[in-house]
Antibody, heavy 118, light 108 residues
């Protein structure tokens, strides 16, 4: 079955760039929107944005100025770069598959913890 | 408005019925989806397109919508339903995705 796996540094210094990659295995990469969602400690879910397999993007207005997403279809991977991070960016980062037909996130990675600290 | 509002906490006795609600102006236009998140786990989609259940989700879960409010109903709540539940939809512009603040469901 299709699986998503996040990878990247668990610790990032303030003002630096957070970089994560999500690898997709076991299924189709095309025809889906690939998304990042985060969850601060003890808080709710926040949509960061998504990227279509063709490379078109849609970012949350609250994070748009700091977010860049990219996709590598040959490797079935997509990535998140979040620049100028602060402690407020600490949390669990999930990659997820957004199904346009369902209008929902139908598949999630297990999540990766990112801490912003010097 | 670009917000979805949920009650922070709801409780239900084992075997009873509970309704979790999500309110927002955008829900007059766009449907809500629902996710269950158990402690230490990633969210799981339990309801989409108002009242469609993904494969593997028990039929005790159902969804509905009226006006600016969407609801997730669990009929005959089980101990394993004890979890956080999040609604998700589009903002009023329709361009961006948003989540509700989440409801912690306690099964007593």
């Amino acid at each position: 079955q299709v699986q998503l796996q996040e990878s990247g540094p668990g610790l990032v210094k303030p003002s630096e760039t957070l970089s994560l990659t999500c690898s997709v295995s076991g299924g189709s990469f095309s025809s889906f929107y690939w998304s990042w969602i985060r969850q601060p400690p003890g808080k709710g879910l926040q949509w960061i944005g998504y990227i279509y397999y063709s490379g078109s993007t849609n970012y949350s207005p609250s994070l748009k100025s700091r977010v860049t997403m990219s996709v590598d279809t040959s490797r079935k991977q997509f990535s998140l770069n979040l620049k100028s991070v602060t402690g407020a960016d600490t949390g669990i980062y999930y990659c997820a598959r957004y199904s346009r037909s369902a209008g929902a996130f139908d598949l999630w990675g297990q999540g990766t913890v990112v801490t912003v600290s010097s | 408005s670009s917000e979805l509002t949920q009650d922070p906490a709801v409780s239900v006795a084992l075997g009873q019925t509970v309704r979790i609600t999500c309110q927002g102006d955008s829900l007059r236009t766009y449907f809500a989806n629902w996710y269950q998140q158990r402690p230490g786990q990633a969210p799981v989609l339990v309801m989409y397109d108002r009242n469609s259940r993904p494969s593997g989700i028990p039929d005790r879960f159902s969804g509905s919508s009226s006006g600016d409010t969407a609801s997730l109903t669990i009929t005959g709540a089980q101990a394993e339903d004890d979890a956080d539940y999040y609604c998700h939809s589009r903002d009023s512009s329709g361009k961006h995705l948003i989540f509700g603040g989440g409801t912690k469901l306690t099964v007593l």
